[in-house]
Each structure stands twice: as structure tokens, then as C-alpha cells.
């Protein structure tokens, strides 16, 4: 019996720019798998679904792409190699912090005998100086890969790719999947070509789509570290919902989190525990991000994890 | 009766800062009122049509923010006073020529006797100078005010506030409403609280848009030069589309242009005209950009039919 999983993939076409990202994928890893450094693949934003083949209007699942940038750092920082895959135009590490003006607001424009001069005005260039160096440092040591996609289908596609390329480094491979996917789709079959005309009122009918967590942990990549998410706006089923995908998945952590405070608290949920991190209104104030923490809880799991499959 | 547009406003919840972007506005135009500038109201980006109260899922338009946020900066250009009325996270003038990481890979990092400068590598000093120096003048002259807006009912309150600041300043007020809004939304009474659950699909059923393009041109602007866009994806209904919209309401301009190659050309159409404006393949390549053309075109329009009204 053909699986909704594996009907997903043969209905559905290819991204014309799969190849290229794979071969990106296969380089970043085989150098790694050389230096046995751990990788973690972090994706990150919300997945589009197109509700024209021209697309003029889509479903967008809420997520700016803070978790996953801000993870993506930490990350680093804890000498994990980071393949970091994303929605285009959602948030990345280190360039995160100066969205929209804030880092033109932060330059100053000088002359000198009629040469212009650029620099950075003298009261940011401590933030700067320091975000810049750890991102150049990322980058000439070959730690971060960024790929992106925009569509459910995109993603998924290339999900597949990553766990396909991530196979060889076995359980030093961990997945972090913060990107908010969408859970319903138009197939290609039922989609309208032309935008749909805005003078008739459309009822929009969805598919859901194939969980794909399943293959990927009994198929794809079934000796890494797989961590997902569960967001709900509704507290008294979240920690059951977490369990409930734990029991069925059987991967190795839900991070459960409330779309009202998912930056201040998220629980944690293995099969037979469960532990709150949280920040004080003082660590919040001062600027800290609940993402450090959560790393490195991860950080500390996955190496008492691996010292058990030695 | 009640109209539709009535009823919305009736019916939808006033956003919680719009009475603090209600004084800006005042503030601004009173500013120009007395320069007598010429002031353009210019909307940009996409509206989103939540699908839940506590929103996790919305339904978007395509629309990144490049048409408005390049045709600001050639309005600024032109010695307009611009009102940026955007879509949070789209493209925003100047700051939209660095987007991502590119702001951070112009920088460089020196350390002199142990204290750290970032100044910008020399071969872009050019460019960003050139850009900066706009930026910082059209703040510092006060020409350039940016509001912003996520939901399509955000929006239709601050143009409706737009529009009731911009009448003072009569027919010197030009409006360029490049914004993608939607055309389909579901009523606050009909949409579910939570997260709609995952595991059901669920089918959306939407309600039109009340068309506010009516009651701005007859009643909240009636002197202003308002511009419309139409975009679609077939082009055999393209101009007749605009021209119905200019029929139906009776405004000074539609310019209509294809999803496929809307940066390459637009066609201007008026009650008994249209122009088409086209970038050759040369321009494209250098850098061009169609937005200048337009704004052109219009400055010379609004000034022509000034002249009309003397």
C-alpha cells in the first residue's frame, strides 16, 4: 500500500533548484563527518500554501522565525556545525538582530577631503563588532549552511534531502524542527491556475498533509536526535498533544510551547518526563533569550544520549 | 442603509494604537499643510486574513513591499513628502537594498591598540553613502513617515485615518494605494478562537471585502489624485478589469500590471487613455528600475491636472 507520505512525493513536483541544494548538503556534511563535528539541522519560519498555481494568495502559518534563528546561534556557540533551513525572508542568525532600518540607523556617513566614509557611530560598535565576528567566524570556518525554501511543498521536499545527506554522521545528526509547517494543502490537481477572481467569495477546501515525522524517524534519519515543536494557543491540551506525537513518533523530544509566552516558557516532553524552562521578568528585561537555555538543555541531552549508544 | 463598508467598520475592532498613529499623521500633514508640499499617501505589502482569534494561521497576498518602498524613494526624489503606510516586515525605502545578511557582509572589522571599529568595506562605500545620505536627509527634513499594519482590518482602519488627515491638503494630496489587499476575509463572529485542530481539514469559508476604494473617492478624499493597481495573472482581462474599476469608481488612475512581469511594465490607464511603460532588457541589467518611470509619469499627471483646477 502506497503510504499519504510517499503519494505526497509522487503527486507532487520537484523544486527546480533541489539539485543544487543537495550537492550544498552533501559538501557541508562530508566535511564535517571528516572533522566529527555534531550537526544540528534547525529549520525555522512557516510554510506557504499556494491557493493558485499563479500565485497571488496563499496560507501562511504564523512564525517570523525567531526560535529558529535564535537557536541557530546558540547552537554555534556550542560547536555544533548548523545547517540552518529556512523560509525566505524570515529571520537568520546574526543579521536578525538589525531588521528593517536598525542597522542604518547605527551608521554614520563622514567626509574626508571629499572621501566618503562609512562606519559604525561609536556607541554601537561594541554590539556590532561582537555579532559581526561570530558571524564571519561561522562562515570561514564552514559552520553554517543556509538553505531556504517558501512553500509547504519546498520544504518538504527538501527536508527529505537533508535527512538523506545527514544518514552518514548517524546519531552525531540532530534535527530541530522549530519551522512552523502547515498541517492542511491544496493539491496541485485541485489548485486554480489564474488568480482566483475577487468579486465571488471562495470556499477554500484543504487536504491534510502526510506527517511527515514518521518516515523520517523510521526511515529517513532513524539513528539521529530528533526534536520537533508543539504550539498551541489552548494550555490545557498541550502537554497531551506532545505526548501524543512522542507516542506515535517515538523520536527523542517535543519542545511543547503557548503562542501567548513562547518566549518567556516552553516545556520540554521525553516519553516519561517532562521539565519547564522559563525566564524571569528580570532575565527578559536584560535582554536574554529563553533559546540559550533550550540549547543548552539539547546540548547536555544529546551527549548523555550518545555516552549511552557507546 | 447600512452599506458594506459601513458595516465593516461597524463590526471590526479598532486597532489599540491607532489613535497614537492618528496624532503622527496630524503631525505631519499640519507640517507640510504649511510648506506646502505636495504629499503622497503610498500603501505597500500584503494584508493578512487571520483564520483564528488567538492567530496561528492567516491567509496572505503575495506582495514583498518592492513597488511601494522603491516608488517611495522616487517620490522623495521628486520632493514629495511620502506617508509609507506598510506591511510589517516588507520592504521598507533604503533599509529594502539591504535585506538579510546583506548590510553585514559590507562590513569590516579592525582592532587598533585593542579597541574594535566596523566601518564599511571600501568598494561598497559608494553605494551606501548614496543611500544613507538620502535616508538620513528625508528624515531629518521631515519628508518621510512610516506606519505600519499586519491584518487587512488594520489596514482598511489606517487608510480610512490616512485619508481623513490627508483632505486638508485637497487636491495637493496624491494617494498610490500599491498595497495587495485582500479580497476575501472571515468576519471576527465566524472565526474560530484556537488553533484550528491539525488533524481535521478544515474547509474556509470566506466573505468579500467591502470595496473602500467608493466611500475614499466620494467621501473621505474627494479632491485628491488617487491612484489604484490592478494586478493579475491572465492578460486578456487585464485592461478590461482596470477599466471597469475606473468606471466603478471614478477615480484619476489605474495601473495595471501582470504578477509574471510587473517589474518590466505597467500600463497606465485612464478613462480615455492608457500608456504603456516598459524597462528594455538593457535597463533591466543595469539596474533599473520601472518605479522611477511611474513615479515620473505621475508627478507629471498630478502637476497637469493641478494646473486644471487653478
Not at 550544498?24 to 506557504?48: D, P, R, Y
Not at 491556475?193 to 534519519?221: C, M
Request: hydrophobic content about 40%; overall charge neutral.
Amino acid at each position: 500500500m502506497t503510504t499519504a507520505w510517499e503519494e505526497f512525493y509522487a503527486k507532487t513536483p520537484k523544486p527546480s533548484n533541489l539539485d543544487e541544494n543537495e550537492k550544498l548538503l552533501n559538501q557541508f556534511i562530508a566535511f564535517h563527518a571528516k572533522e566529527n563535528t555534531k550537526v544540528v539541522l534547525v529549520t525555522s519560519g512557516g510554510t506557504t500554501v499556494p491557493l493558485e498555481h499563479n500565485t497571488v494568495r496563499f496560507v501562511d502559518n504564523f512564525s517570523a522565525g525567531s526560535r529558529g534563528s535564535i537557536s541557530a546561534e546558540n547552537f554555534l556557540q556550542r560547536h555544533y556545525a548548523v545547517i540552518f533551513m529556512y523560509r525566505v525572508k524570515s529571520l537568520e542568525p546574526f543579521s536578525r538582530h538589525f531588521v528593517g532600518s536598525r542597522l542604518l540607523d547605527m551608521l554614520e556617513l563622514t567626509t574626508t577631503n571629499d572621501t566618503p566614509s562609512v562606519s559604525v557611530t561609536p556607541q554601537y560598535v561594541n554590539k556590532i563588532s561582537d555579532i559581526l565576528k561570530k558571524y564571519k567566524d561561522s562562515l570561514n570556518q564552514n559552520m553554517l549552511l543556509s538553505i531556504s525554501f517558501t512553500t509547504l511543498s519546498e520544504y518538504l521536499w527538501l527536508l527529505r534531502s537533508a535527512c538523506q545527506a545527514l544518514t552518514v554522521l548517524e546519531n552525531r545528526a540532530m534535527l530541530y524542527l522549530a519551522a512552523a509547517v502547515s498541517d492542511f494543502y491544496i493539491p496541485s490537481n485541485e489548485m486554480a491556475t489564474h488568480k482566483i477572481p475577487s468579486d465571488e467569495p471562495p470556499s477554500v477546501h484543504l487536504k491534510l498533509v502526510p506527517k511527515v515525522l514518521e518516515p523520517l524517524v523510521k526511515l529517513w534519519v532513524p539513528k539521529a536526535f530528533v526534536i520537533s515543536f508543539k504550539l498551541e494557543t489552548d494550555e490545557s491540551i498541550l502537554i497531551s498533544k506532545a505526548r501524543g506525537a512522542l507516542r506515535k513518533y517515538s523520536h527523542s523530544l517535543v519542545i511543547a510551547n503557548m503562542l501567548q509566552n513562547r518566549r518567556e516558557q516552553v516545556v520540554i516532553v521525553s516519553k516519561d518526563n517532562q521539565e519547564t524552562l522559563s525566564l524571569t521578568s528580570k532575565q527578559l528585561q536584560n535582554g536574554e533569550e529563553i533559546e540559550k537555555y533550550i540549547v543548552d538543555y539539547l546540548v547536555e541531552k544529546h551527549k548523555d544520549w550518545l555516552d549511552t549508544k557507546l
